[in-house]
């Protein structure tokens, strides 16, 4: 199932998907839906993990500073 819904663009980003979709033999409502949807994706999994972290910090689940330190010796980086 699937739903209407209008959006307004700039000139540019009408013009830059109607070349697009030529040059991809794909409408522009599937790119635009396409994009929406990696865009509510993409959201959706950095907003749960940041809970999950505030969850955490707020238990006080925090790295050592030996963690860390282990952890920037493993990488070659300087913590300090």
Known sequence: MSTTMTIRLED?????????A???????????????RQFVEQNEW?????????READ?????SEEDVAA?????GVDAG
Not at 22 to 36: D, G, M, P
């Open 71 to 75: 952890l920037a010796k493993k990488w």
């Open 12 to 20: 540019e980003v009408k013009e830059r998907l109607d070349r697009l």
């Open 46 to 54: 950095q907003i749960a993990e940041i809970h999950a972290a505030l």
């Open 22 to 36: 030529a040059s991809t033999q794909r409408s522009k409502s599937f790119l635009a839906a396409e994009a929406i």
């Open 59 to 63: 238990a006080g689940n925090f790295a």
